[in-house]
């Protein structure tokens, strides 16, 4: 029988735990480089910790049961595994993108996948129709985010796998946003799928980490062998921390996603915030694409500001939610993409997305929710 997700996020892969040793309740760290051979050989199944490792072994079978991938491979971080996405590529290569992608991914693409000859057109993956468009026949991967960073834009995961399938194109989604525990591609068709494990699985902004997860045997392959060869993986302490996170992922989400509604609804009804980004909220443009693929909504909000001036007002002024990148952990957070997630996108871009000195993104911690409704009430007025 396979338990609840839930069940799943608590006890991970029950029949891995049940073999610790001592009956260890939590996972072993095995911080060691290497594994002693017993004779010629004779594996004990680790050989070297670049290739695998217990304590990571156990994180990559939980995320694997989390997110229904064949296989998951660790990365140092989520940057970590998208770099190592990008090696199954070759010069020529074509990838069509979300249009608000995250800032970094953006910057890998162009820093190192365009000088390595591979080629990317960043469309609204919303809309199907335009992405189809866009297929030549240099195109190998449709590479989304949903909702993406920062804009929420949702994209229909079950059309862009029609035409993955029609064009024998890979499906890849960064899952960062919603977590395995709101959606869930590959049961949808997605072959890959990516993580900043630093964010929502984690949890707790104390520890970085990425995760690969494949669906097929071939693609299992591949990036098993490119993940030995350059070296990006997690190390133990790291696997240890971010399977501790993510036992509590599902009453985190939860929690966060409960708090985030209130704080939306709350910011929609004031003055000087001119819009708001939520997919919980029914006028967002994609509510129904979304419910119709995830189990919820997340906790990311963005919204737009009067002016400049209340923008950073807001972020100088919050006492409780903290002004710094990163998003997902328990404690609240607020950034200016403009000046930090997304400096690096073309400013063309980022004016077409409204990504403006007027746009902020908020990550919805656990914290009472009256409380960072008063936090922003404060450093509003
Ligand atoms: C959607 C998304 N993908 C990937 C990353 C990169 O992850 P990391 O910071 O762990 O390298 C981020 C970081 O903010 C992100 O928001």
């Known amino acids: ?87 199954l590529f070759d010069t020529g290569d074509h990838l069509i993108c979300s249009e608000d992608l995250y800032g970094g991914s953006v910057r890998v693409f162009s820093a190192v996948g365009e000088r390595r000859g591979l080629k990317f057109t960043y469309v609204n993956t919303a809309d199907a129709a335009l992405v189809e468009k866009n297929i030549g026949p240099d195109t190998k991967a449709l590479y989304i985010e949903t909702p993406s960073n920062p804009t929420m834009q949702i994209t229909d995961i079950r059309a862009m796998k029609a035409l993955a399938d029609k064009y024998h194109l890979l499906l890849i989604v960064d899952n960062t946003f919603l977590s395995p525990y709101f959606q869930r591609p590959m049961e949808l068709g997605a072959h890959i799928v990516l993580h900043s494990g630093t964010k929502f699985l984690a949890g707790h902004n104390d520890t970085l980490a990425g995760f690969v997860c494949t669906a097929t045997e071939e693609l299992k392959e591949r990036i098993r062998y ?11 302490f790291d696997s240890y921390l971010t399977l501790r996170g993510i036992k509590t992922l599902a009453v985190r989400m939860e929690r966060q996603q409960e708090n985030a509604m209130q704080i939306a609804e709350w910011l929609k009804k004031q003055d000087k915030i001119k819009q708001v980004y939520y997919i919980g909220l029914p006028d967002h443009p994609g509510y129904e694409v979304n419910k119709s693929q995830t189990d919820g909504f997340g906790s990311m909000i963005s919204f737009t500001t009067d002016t400049e001036e209340t923008a950073r007002r807001i972020l100088e002024r919050v006492n409780l939610i903290v002004f710094a990148e990163s998003l997902g952990g328990v404690e609240s957070l607020i950034t200016y993409p403009m000046l930090q997630t997304h400096s690096d996108v073309p400013v063309e871009v980022r004016e077409r997305l409204g990504i403006t000195e007027c746009f902020l993104r908020l990550s919805v911690g656990i914290e009472k929710a009256e409380d960072l409704i008063a936090d922003l009430r404060q450093a509003l007025e």
């Open 1 to 87: 029988m396979e338990y609840g997700i839930e069940t799943r996020c608590c006890h991970g892969v029950t029949e891995i735990v049940k073999e610790h040793s001592f009956g260890a309740v939590s996972v072993p760290i095995y911080q060691t480089a290497t594994f002693a051979h017993r004779g010629i050989g004779e594996s004990t199944g680790h050989d070297y910790t670049r290739v695998s490792n217990p304590t990571r072994d156990e994180l990559e079978q939980t995320i694997s049961s989390l997110e229904g991938a064949l296989d998951t491979v660790a990365c140092a971080t989520g940057m970590a595994a998208i770099s190592l996405v990008l090696e």
């Open 226 to 236: 490119l993940y030995k060869t350059v070296g990006n993986c997690l190390s133990p």
